[in-house]
């Protein structure tokens, strides 16, 4: 019944188009691509787009279409690993918040709310100045930092849910509590988790390519669409493919997930109009 409101959503259906077309293209890269993404050859630096260079060059000769496509794995590995942490952490944090309550409750609440007072990207900012620029280090200081309303929304639905009748029962079988926890209480909040994934993993690629524009994500050589657009901001009058094209995936793939976020919602909503 989910999966057939799901397709009723237009948006969403559009959403997933667009969504499994990137994908599918990204992941193709090595059998698509015409060079290598990091190949230089200056004498062919800001080249038009041809039969030999479909979207042209940058600056240093390389590719565009070839940087375009492993940027595009690059991006999105990057904001789902990204979304894994962010929602691993929230997930723990507010069940065992919303189970236990009381000064458990109390102090990782203060400490999510004290978390979301400050600016994330001027923190993350501040903290990627004192971390080694990596792959890994970018996909840690996004979750790490993007966890909060996962956990407020999980809480929410532990306190709901934790003194229904079957988790009673299952109390009174003898059984513990992080097997109330996650055996009897999470998988009744999974369905408004689906959304928020979606939500996540679109907020996660946003913040990637956010922090690769100011030069402190993904680092050079290795392309994003974030530093793709760092590398073209100089040089957009000249060459404004450079910048147009990243942007627009990134646009492409945001808007994608949030359609999609939001076919999940209310798919999985008992309390939406079937449309």
Do not use: C
């Amino acid at each position: 019944k989910a999966w057939q409101r799901f397709r009723r959503h237009r948006l969403a259906m559009v959403g997933l188009a667009m969504f499994a077309i990137i994908v599918a293209v990204t992941l193709a890269a090595p059998l698509i691509d015409r060079y290598p993404p990091n190949e230089l050859n200056l004498k062919d630096k800001f080249q038009p787009p041809s039969a030999e260079h479909w979207l042209g060059t940058d600056r240093v000769g390389r590719d565009v279409w070839s940087r375009t496509l492993h940027g595009g794995r690059v991006s999105l590995a990057v904001g789902f690993s990204a979304a894994l942490v962010s929602m691993s952490i929230g997930i723990v944090l507010g069940a065992l918040s919303g189970f236990y309550g009381g000064a458990t409750d109390m102090l990782i609440m203060r400490f999510t709310d004290v978390l979301m007072t400050f600016p994330r990207v001027v923190i993350m900012l501040t903290v990627a100045t004192f971390v080694r620029q990596t792959i890994v280090n970018v996909i840690l200081l996004i979750g790490l930092f993007s966890w909060m309303g996962t956990a407020r929304l999980v809480r929410g639905q532990v306190l709901s849910l934790r003194e229904e009748q079957f988790v009673l029962a299952a109390r009174s079988l003898g059984a513990g509590s992080l097997t109330l926890i996650f055996a009897h209480v999470m998988p009744s909040v999974i369905a408004p988790l689906l959304a928020t994934l979606t939500f996540t993993i679109s907020g996660a690629i946003l913040l990637e390519s956010g922090l690769s524009f100011l030069g402190v994500g993904i680092p050079l050589p290795t392309p994003s669409w974030g530093n793709m657009l760092h590398n073209a901001q100089e040089m957009v009058q000249h060459a404004p493919m450079l910048a147009i094209l990243p942007g627009l995936l990134i646009l492409f793939t945001v808007i994608s997930f949030n359609y999609i976020g939001d076919g999940v919602r209310d798919a999985v909503d008992p309390r939406s109009i079937q449309r």
